[in-house]
């Protein structure tokens, strides 16, 4: 019994120490990632001559290094009927920092639609445009927020839904059936669930050692 004990006993100091390195790697990994990741727009400034032939200004933010973010748009339109989908070139400005100049006709209607990637957490972002194809004056969507003035952010890639949805109607409508990414990647909470086992498994082992002793 003697030897048993010993034997439980190393297993569930292994285990606990295990346990206790996956749990404060996974805090220190949850601090990182604390803040997401999301895209931000706005209209540019009336008057503002350095800025005078950009439509759209879109910022990456959140807190893992954001200005490392793949960030790609397309215009979504219908145009006599016909959809129309449309590659739009982003100019970085600075680093987390994009210009749009308009790459689209003003007959039909349209939306731009912007996707961020950054360390497996999205962020897309839906902008109405207005009759003819312009920007609204007033469009902003700032940092966290999910509804904007003529914007409306999304935690996931956009569907084929979402799209027709944003035509078929106003920003509003977008819609929000699917499911939203988390702001913690999805390895991370994972890992989660295997350093609760294993916290639970080594407790357990702890547990039966104590009773073999006794």
């Known amino acids: 019994m003697g030897e048993i004990g010993y034997s439980l006993n190393r297993i569930g100091v292994r285990l606990a120490a ?15 990632f604390a803040g997401g990741f999301g895209l931000a727009v706005e ?3 009336a008057g503002n001559q350095s800025t005078k032939d950009v439509a759209l200004i879109v ?31 982003l100019k970085a400005d600075a680093k ?7 790459q689209w006709p003003s007959e039909g209607k349209w939306v731009l639609v912007l996707t ?32 904007g003035t003529h914007a409306r952010a999304l935690r996931r890639k956009p569907t084929t839904g979402d799209v027709e949805a944003a035509l078929g109607s106003s920003i509003g409508a977008i819609a929000m059936a699917a499911p939203s ?30 009773r073999h002793a006794n």
Request: glycine share 12%; charged share 15%.
């Open 181 to 210: 990414s988390p702001s913690v990647p999805p390895a991370i909470l994972a890992a989660s669930g295997a350093g609760a086992f294993l916290l639970l498994f080594g407790i357990a082992a702890l547990g039966r050692r104590r």
């Open 18 to 32: 295990v346990s206790f390195g996956v749990l404060l790697t996974l805090i220190i990994l949850a601090s990182v």
């Open 96 to 102: 987390g920092v994009y210009t749009i100049h308009r």
């Open 116 to 147: 961020g990637t950054n360390n497996g957490m999205i962020s897309t972002v839906f902008v109405q445009l207005d009759e003819k194809g312009g920007v609204y004056a007033d469009t902003r969507l700032t940092a966290y927020e999910v509804t």
């Open 43 to 45: 209209a540019t400034e």
């Open 59 to 89: 910022r990456t933010y959140g807190c893992h290094q954001p200005e490392d973010a793949n960030v790609t748009g397309t215009a979504e339109g219908i145009v006599d009927h016909r959809r129309k989908s449309l590659p739009v070139d």
